[in-house]
């Protein structure tokens, strides 16, 4: 039976290969065959434009020369969309930046001498305002505080819980390189706060079992797909949190399934879980074990247990035995992945965990408790013990 991938994996097999990874290292070390990891890049490509994927040779060769032309447009669209946003911004946010120029236009030894008045005209500024401002010009300094003033207003209104720090991660996405401590002397000085002015401490009651515990402490198995156990970590990085949901096999200790996020969601859980559905056949009856996270007692996880033909089970409160064997597995990842080093950003502790555990954990470290074989290796001799049993 050919074995499917979901989306999510095929999206971080081709996100390997974009961070320049080679094709051969990725499919050996996710299992891939080497005509499947291919097409998936092509098709990705074509995806990320809106061409649908196409066998015919005339077509995908007329797409890739779409594909070209759309990469040169959009880098010429890139210079254009950053000049408009500058002009933009002088126009809108501080005329005063241009007054300069009107004067340089209307002296006397200009080039092309300009009359002021026909200037503010063009440019849409009113012939008093710049008159005032020769009167008192400003520094340059000013005029782009009361520019970088005028954006945190912009963006406050968009997130009034959000404080200065938050405002200044905004401003670094929109391309200004301010401090932090700048935005917070513009913030006092323009009133802008957030409306979360202190944070109480909030003390947090862990919720009802949904499910009675099936496993108590037992981590063994007589074959696979019988008990998946399932957690979530978190690490950091120079974006902010990183959430990783996975499910072990207790038999074969293999990852059947994962799902990694920004937000730590019901949604994240669940997507963990039809992963591992799909990667292994969608069998029936298999227990699912889990603490009590709310993101486990979710209606939406739950419902997806049920549609499944799965059964749900829960450790007690503050015990962390209850689900050793999946803790054991993080702390692995915590050494050999979180914390060798720090992570910039996002993706790149994402495609780190993904190498690490379908490259290295599933198909390289030998392990005791299975014979000193690999995940992989020991999935593949109770295979065929099944099949010789049959």
Partial sequence: MPIKYSEEFKRDAVALVESGIAQKTVCRDLGISRTA????????????????????????????????????????????????????????????????????????????????????????????????????????????????????????????????????????????EVSERRVWRLCNIAGIQSVIATRKRRYRQAGAPVGDDLVERDFTANGIDEKWLTDITEHWTGEGKLYLCALKDVCSNRIVGYAIDKRMKASLAVRALENALMQRGFPQGVIVHSDRGSQFRSRKFQKALNRHGLRGSMGRVGACGDNA??????????????????????????????????????????????????????????????????
């Fill in 37 to 176: 990891l291919p097409s998936w890049v092509r098709d990705a490509r074509f995806k990320a434009h809106g061409m649908a994927p196409s066998k015919d040779p005339d077509e995908q060769r007329e797409m890739r020369a779409a594909l070209k032309r759309i990469r040169e447009l959009e880098m010429e669209n890139e210079v254009l969309r950053r000049a408009a946003a500058y002009l933009s911004q002088v126009h809108i946010n501080a005329p005063k930046i241009v007054f300069p120029l009107v004067r340089e236009m209307a002296a006397a030894g200009a080039r092309v001498r300009v009359p002021a008045a026909v200037v503010c005209r063009v440019l849409g500024f009113s012939e008093q305002a710049y008159y005032q401002w020769l009167k008192q010009p400003v520094s340059a300094r000013e005029v782009e505080e009361q520019h970088l003033i005028g954006v945190l207003g912009e963006l406050h209104i968009d997130d009034h819980e959000g404080g200065y720090r938050v405002l200044a991660d905004d401003l670094h996405d929109l391309g200004y």
């Fill in 325 to 390: 064997a999946m803790e054991s597995f993080f702390s692995l990842l915590q050494k050999n992945v979180l914390d060798r080093r720090p992570w910039r950003t996002r993706q790149e502790l994402r495609l780190a965990i993904v190498a690490w555990i379908e490259g290295k954990y599933h198909r390289k470290r030998r392990q005791r408790r299975l014979g000193k074989l690999t995940p992989v290796e020991f999935e593949a001799i109770m295979m065929d013990v099944v099949g010789l049993a049959a």
